[in-house]
């Protein structure tokens, strides 16, 4: 007998020194990318790419216990503002190393030798699951189609990452 689907509670940040309400396409789309799937779509933001406001974000998200995902677009390049990772991996209680690497694979058929300056990770706190994904469209697109729609379905097999997030109004 097949499990019943468990939408998830996702959140949305936008890092960006320059994206808007209004321009704001990535994080548009990630939100319909999450909708689409069934799951439940809480808030979403931006920020300015600078470590500390990143941080202070995402660590309020992973302690909020509504939150179980959080998907980040931007900041996750080579430029020198690029800041996402050095903001949210020392808040990770576990790295996600495989995520970076499928991503990148997956974006070769897309940006060929480009990709390699995609700095894209995933991880663990406090059993919320965070995903810092590049911050085009075409990025989110191929990473929600080729891993995340997949890993945050509890009915994927042999496994995804449902299972290990804290119920929906708990944390921790």
Request: aromatic share 6%; proline share 5%.
């Amino acid at each position: 007998m097949a499990s019943e689907f468990k939408p998830l509670q996702v959140a949305v940040l936008t890092v960006s020194d320059t994206r808007t309400d209004e321009t704001d396409t990535s994080g548009d789309l990630l939100l319909a990318l999450a909708r689409e799937a069934g799951h439940k779509t809480l808030t979403k933001s931006i920020i300015p790419d600078d470590i500390y406001k990143i941080r202070a974000a995402v660590s309020i998200w992973i302690a909020a216990p509504e939150v179980q995902v959080i998907l980040i677009t931007g900041g996750t390049g080579f430029s020198g503002r690029d800041s996402t990772p050095e903001a949210v991996v020392p808040l990770l209680d576990k790295e996600v190393v495989g995520f970076g690497e499928l991503y990148r694979q997956l974006s070769y058929r897309e940006v060929g030798s480009s990709t390699v300056q995609s700095r894209a990770t995933a991880g663990l706190a406090n059993r919320t699951m965070i995903f810092c994904l590049p911050g085009s469209n075409n990025a989110c697109k191929t990473a929600w189609e080729g891993i995340l729609s997949d890993q945050l379905d509890n009915r994927h097999k042999p496994c995804n990452f449902a299972t290990y997030l804290h119920p929906a109004g708990t944390s921790g």
